[in-house]
Nanobody
């Protein structure tokens, strides 16, 4: 199976910083787009940032200039550096990736994979 595991969440005061990591594991051939989403209590999940295999990035307007997404292809890992955090950044952050992998028959297939989420809490 292909899995994504997030880490780096926690409690931080407004104006502080956190760095989230998401490592993919399994029979992975390649990963195209990797992304971070977040979901606050009682709200819909929203896209935070994406990064392509070539390093091209996109950000939600609410985090532009404060967050930076990056990836290490050799480690199959994506990062989210979060600076100048605000209370409204609070939520569960989920890693997402489009993964090319080998199934049990050694056939290459593509699959969208989600991590379990890591909680980020920003206090005033």
């Amino acid at each position: 199976q292909v899995q994504l595991v997030e880490s780096g969440g926690g409690l931080v005061q407004a104006g502080g910083s956190l760095r989230l990591s998401c490592a993919a594991s399994g029979s992975i051939f390649s990963i195209t787009v990797m992304a971070w989403y977040r979901q606050a209590p009682g709200k819909q999940r929203e896209l935070v940032a994406t990064v392509s295999s070539s390093g091209s990035t996109n950000y939600a307007d609410s985090v532009k200039g404060r967050f930076t997404i990056s990836r290490d292809n050799a480690k199959n890992t994506v990062y989210l550096q979060m600076n100048s955090l605000k209370p409204e950044d609070t939520g569960v952050y989920y890693c997402n990736a489009d993964v090319d992998y080998q199934d049990y028959l050694k056939v290459y297939r593509s699959l969208e994979v989600w991590g379990q989420g890591t909680l980020v809490t920003v206090s005033s």
